[in-house]
């Protein structure tokens, strides 16, 4: 067990943790934060995605010690006086999401693009978002929902 | 906006159930009606669907619930309709066996085609009543009153009037209704009160907004996975690496230097726990077993269809046979021939599925779960809890998305076992793998169709077999231990069940056979490969083959396939779709495969059309193909879409877009594999899904209104064509007829070569 503090949402948090734990077990059941999901932990859906220092990140793979002094933002960050942010604003007005458990990857990802990329071609938004996963199969509507919130 | 109930709130209240909204200013009821409490939770009571706020909104109750099609959204709206309420009234509480009847779930798209009905009949019951009891109240004759927005009135008088809230607020509609003896799907309610008509439907047919997805996107609901209990505990289960084998030793030593871990073993059933989740997570992969030497049970799934047409038969069925199908066959000039294959197909639910089993004082328990079934669920957790069933309340929490008998009922034994053994409330999770690798699965099949051609060009008779593992290893229902890995796994005996379908259409061919055949499970118990529902299940494998045949067929009669279609489909509502969406895809005639490419790349299109218990769907898929690599893409898809009355327009177009990409992924990408031990496709890259790189271009949908038509289901329609329509378009644009699913680039490759 180590002592590790994580800066989240711009608060710090010290945590007795293993190293080598990854960063979604340390969000969800440590800080109790819910909007990470844990979808595979490999790496291969984005369900856990948080931004560290702004880059779509997958904490179900990133060690709790690998985050010495970088900004974590989490979902419940994004939100603005505690207003929706423009792209979960853009994915309530489109009705995204179907079951919705993997929507924290899709929102999170979206507004890392969007910050980088404010007017993003159809193609690029698809480039971005490759590799997230959505069984349901809300990939329409998502597109819908990224243009509007890069319109608003 | 409509209230917000708090399900923790609710459970608190621990079977009696009080929704309590206090009036401004408290005013004095004008009225007392109804009972006080609410009457027990059985099906022949009113109350158990509906009841009425202080401030005259109503509550309905509904034994489904939805998964994110917005179909509780839809029964809202149904009983607003027949309540006379705006929908911003009406509240839905869904899936809790502590506050609504079992009304099976989500289940074979029938949240609203059974669920609202039945709803919609206790509402108009109660709307019924409330005009009863307010004539008591005003003195004013039943015939001379009128609701409006909540508010009963005299139609001659407007001063004499009152609320819904002033008659029966916070009380009980002390009413029976005629319940049809069904628990499940099929159950109906009905009173005195007569639905209203089409003509007056002013809230059915709009589309008013999901009330799940601001907190969904904004993350502050909760899923199952969310759920904590006090004192629970954490729970990863071990699979074996040999399906069947079950554990010989554990090495307890292996995982002694994790805090609080604990090894719960039963006959084959292995798992560990731990007071933190990721200690259990390790301990998982650190545990050393020793396996049973088992014989590898399966042939690789590169030899399945060899397999199963090698296979005894155990069961078979079909429909009616029309006509002398063999002397047609006998007397053709030319008969038409050919054999489908379809692979075994996993959930991969969104993320693996958690069940939360919370121990109560007194011998109860609460299951959370975000199974399509919880009132059945809840019975499958009581039986591996070994407590009555109506000491467990099941209550669902929305999950990583369910399409039928995914692993959500799995995980509730599975947890209900361990909470059972350790004595503790538990919280399990399963890892990727044991839930892409160990979920229930969609069955494979071959299908065999034929066609006889008389000298000119008609058909004279089709016939049409499958033969194919079954679609019911396990029931859906999850009530049982047979139909759970926990009760097999723990050596219960089995209960299989073995059925297979036939296609849904209306061919008017003049001779018909359609049949089917089961073959043995390859492992009987605890296997990774058992039969289950899958959304639509076998609609896709059987209308892939049979609808990919009737292209087959046009082309053999020198016929386009729409024009074939329109000459032999009898019923109207499936001439209306075909038609519908031809027309919207500028669907180009043609007798043969077009071909049509420029530099690596190949165009097509593509129909194919189903019925699915009332609905009717035609699909159009219009696709690329890349000739050098053989990768194909649904460019653009256009749906007609016919399920009788429409309830929500927008609803339903979403659902048919989410049905459209579903049904994409898994006719390009998904193929359940195995070796001779186990299952291989455990993950995301071995088991891949549609990527956001490969999602349509443009969607077209055409929604087919039938107001005096009973509303069918769309949750599954779509599936149904779907592959057959791609399949279809990709013969089109290279001239290659593929047969076998999914359409990869490896089958496409070899399709050129
Ligand atoms: S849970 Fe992290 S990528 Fe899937
Ligand atoms: S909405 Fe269910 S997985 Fe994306």
């Known amino acids: ?152 | 906006m409509n209230m917000q109930i708090n399900r923790r709130s609710l459970i608190a209240g621990a079977g009696a159930l009080t929704v309590s909204v206090v009036l401004p200013g408290g005013k004095a009821r004008a009225a007392v009606f109804g009972a006080d409490k609410r009457p027990p939770l059985i099906p022949e009571n009113l109350s158990s669907y509906i009841s009425i706020r202080a401030d005259g909104g109503a509550v309905c109750y509904w034994g489904k619930m939805d998964m994110g099609q917005g179909t509780d959204l839809g029964c809202a709206q149904m009983v607003a309709e027949e309540l006379d309420l705006p929908i911003e009234r009406v509240d839905i509480l869904a899936g809790d066996t502590g506050t609504s009847v079992n009304q099976g779930g989500a289940s074979g798209s029938t949240g609203i085609q059974l669920g609202g009905v039945a709803l919609a009949s206790a509402a108009a019951e109660a709307r019924w009543q409330l005009v009863q009891m307010a004539s008591k109240h005003l003195g004013v004759p039943a015939d001379q009153l009128t609701v409006a927005n909540g508010v009963v009135m005299s139609k001659t008088d407007g001063a004499k009037k009152v609320t819904y809230g002033e008659l029966i607020g916070e009380r009980f509609f002390d009413t029976q209704l005629e319940w049809n003896k069904q628990i499940g799907n099929a159950l109906f309610v009905k009173g005195t009160g007569v639905r209203k008509s089409v003509a007056d439907y002013k809230v059915i047919g709009t589309s008013p907004l999901r009330r799940d997805v601001p907190p969904k996107v904004t993350g502050t609901g909760d899923f199952v996975v969310d759920i904590k209990v006090p004192g629970m505990i954490h729970a990863r289960v071990i699979r074996p690496p040999v399906a069947g084998a079950s554990p010989v030793s554990v090495d307890e030593a292996s995982v002694k230097n994790i805090p609080g871990v604990q090894i719960v073993r039963e006959q084959a059933f292995l798992a560990v726990t731990a007071p933190r989740e990721y200690d259990a997570v390790k301990a998982a992969r650190q545990l050393k077993v020793t396996w049973s030497d088992v014989k590898p049970p399966f042939p690789g799934h590169t030899k399945i269809y060899d397999h199963i047409r090698a296979a005894p038969v155990i069961a078979k069925g079909g429909d009616k046979v029309v006509g002398d199908v063999d002397e047609a066959f006998k007397n053709a000039a030319k008969v038409v021939e050919a054999s489908y294959e379809w692979p075994f197909q996993s959930h991969a639910s969104m993320g693996p599925a958690c069940a939360v089993i919370e121990l109560k004082p007194g011998g109860e328990a609460v299951l959370y779960s975000g199974s399509q079934k919880p009132h059945f669920t809840a019975e499958g957790a009581a039986a591996m809890l070994g407590l009555p069933k109506d000491k467990v309340r099941g209550i669902w929490v929305p999950g990583p998305g369910c399409y039928g008998r995914n692993d959500a009922g799995d995980a509730a034994a599975d947890a209900a076992l361990i909470a059972k053994i350790t004595g503790k409330s538990v919280r399990l999770i399963y890892s990727r793998a044991d839930s892409t690798g160990w979920d229930p699965k969609g069955p494979a099949s071959t299908h065999k169709a034929r066609a006889a051609i008389d000298k000119d060009g008609n058909v004279t008779a089709w016939d049409f077999s499958s033969k194919g593992f079954s679609r019911l290893d396990v029931n859906s229902n999850e009530s049982q231990p047979h139909d759970n890995l926990a009760g097999h796994m723990t050596g219960v005996a089995l209960k299989p069940t073995h059925i297979f379908n036939t296609p849904e259409e209306s061919y008017g061919f003049s001779a018909k056979r359609k049949t089917w055949e089961t073959v043995p499970p390859l492992l009987d118990r605890a296997s990774p490969l058992r039969g289950a529902h899958l959304r639509d299940p076998l609609g896709p494998q059987i209308h892939f083959a049979s609808e990919s045949f009737m292209d087959e067929v046009a082309f053999a009669t020198n016929t386009d396939p729409v024009a074939f279609r329109m000459k032999h489909l009898k019923e109207p509502r499936d001439l209306a779709v075909v038609k519908a969406a031809a027309e919207k895809a500028g669907w180009q005639p043609r007798t043969a495969a077009r071909k049509q490419a420029s530099g690596d790349i190949a165009r097509g299109q593509g129909i194919a059309y189903a019925q699915r218990n009332g609905t009717r769907v035609a699909v159009v898929a219009d696709v690329e193909v890349n000739l050098k690599t053989g990768k194909v893409w649904g460019r653009k898809i256009t749906v007609a879409h016919d399920c009788g009355v429409i309830i929500n327009p927008k609803q339903l177009t979403m659902t048919i877009e989410g049905n459209i990409c579903q049904s994409l992924s898994r006719c390009l990408h998904e193929e359940v594999k195995f070796n001779e031990k186990a299952v291989t496709s455990v993950d995301w890259e071995t088991y891949p899904i549609l990527d956001m790189s490969e999602a349509p271009e443009s969607i077209e949908i055409v929604l087919i209104n039938m107001p005096n038509i009973v509303p069918s289901g769309a949750g599954e329609g779509t599936m149904r064509p779907f592959a057959a329509a791609v399949g279809n378009a990709i013969y089109d644009a290279t001239g290659v007829r593929l047969r076998q699913a999914p359409f990869t680039p490896e089958r496409l490759k070899a399709g050129f070569a």
């Open chain 1, 1 to 152: 067990m180590a002592k590790i503090t994580l800066n989240v949402d711009g608060k710090a948090h010290g945590i007795d943790a293993d190293a080598d734990m990854p960063l979604l077990y340390a969000l969800r059941d440590d800080l109790g934060l819910r909007n990470p999901k844990f979808g595979c932990g490999l790496a291969q859906c984005g369900a856990c995605t948080v931004l560290v220092d702004g880059v779509p990140t997958r904490s179900c793979v990133t060690p709790v010690d690998s985050l010495d002094g970088r900004k974590i933002t989490t979902l419940a960050g994004i939100q603005k006086d505690g207003k929706p942010h423009k792209v979960q604003q853009a994915f309530i007005d489109e009705q995204v999401p179907q079951c919705g458990y993997c929507l924290n990857g899709w929102v999170m990802t979206s507004v890392a693009l969007l910050e980088e990329t404010p007017k993003p071609t159809d193609k690029q938004i698809r480039e971005a978002l490759t590799g997230l996963k959505c069984r349901c199969g809300t990939h329409i509507s998502m597109l819908r929902a990224i243009k509007r919130a890069a319109q608003a």
